[in-house]
């Protein structure tokens, strides 16, 4: 079936240091994926979406690409500030799983002064 | 703005007393799901209606139920929590079923059984 792959955590940088969390998809058909944040008690928030291969999902500084080659979505960005400090979640839902929002395991960042 | 709302945000319940947990929509999408989340897991789907249609998880326990009596209002009624229902639940709605604009989240109720 569908599944989604993240890179372990914690993950633990420094400010202003560079991002990346891997996420890797197996999936039947197109999915689309996405990125979910979700601070301390919160619900998860939509961080950044992409719904075809290629496309680049963008938001508050942070980037990933759908790479179909390699099954890939990619987490980044450059600068990371301590506001980022929180649980990142790689997602997908395709035509072949009848609208389940299938995540991966999470992410923990966390962001020193 | 459009949201979804979940309420209460925290709820305490007796152990086996049955709760109700509140979602609401003004995006007026089709989809409307629950999801449990334990701690430091990912959510976890339960079910999910797609207009009036139920759609329940094969692992899902019968202790959970839903209701959606309208587009708006969704309910997860649990029927006589025991100790490992304490989580956080989490609504969220999308407009097709498949994502094309994204699902959006309630902030979630997180649930004590005692």
């Known amino acids: 079936g569908d599944s989604v792959t993240q890179m372990e955590g914690p993950v633990t940088l420094s400010e202003e240091a560079f991002l990346t969390i891997n996420c890797t998809y197996t999936?039947?058909?197109?999915?689309?994926l996405f990125w979910y944040v979700q601070y301390p008690g919160e619900g998860l928030q939509l961080l950044l979406k992409?719904?075809?291969?290629?496309d680049k999902g963008s938001n508050k500084g942070f980037e990933a690409t759908y790479r179909k080659e390699t099954t890939s979505f990619h987490l980044e960005k450059g600068s990371v500030q301590v506001s980022d400090s929180a649980v990142y979640f790689c997602?997908?839902?395709?035509?072949?799983?009848?609208?389940?929002?299938?995540f991966g395991q999470g992410t923990t960042l966390q962001v020193k002064p | 703005d459009a949201m979804v709302i979940q309420n209460p945000r925290y709820q305490v319940t007796q152990f086996g007393k049955p709760v109700t947990l509140s979602c609401s929509q003004t995006?007026?999408?089709?989809?409307m799901y629950w999801y449990q989340q334990k701690s430091s897991q990912a959510p976890k789907l339960l079910f999910h209606?797609?207009?009036?249609?139920?759609?329940n998880e094969a692992d899902t326990p019968d202790n959970f139920q839903s209701r959606r009596p309208n587009t708006s209002f969704c309910f997860l009624d649990i029927r006589s929590p025991g100790l490992g229902d304490a989580a956080m639940y989490l609504c969220?709605?999308?407009?097709?079923?498949?994502?094309?604009?994204?699902?959006?989240f309630g902030s979630g109720t997180r649930l004590t059984v005692v």
């Open positions: 969220a709605t999308s407009r097709d079923g498949i994502g094309s604009d994204g699902y959006t």
């Open positions: 999936a039947t058909g197109y999915p689309s």
């Open positions: 992409a719904t075809k291969a290629d």
């Open positions: 997602a997908l839902s395709g035509t072949g799983n009848t609208g389940k929002l299938i």
């Open positions: 995006l007026n999408h089709n989809v």
């Open positions: 209606y797609y207009d009036k249609d139920f759609n």
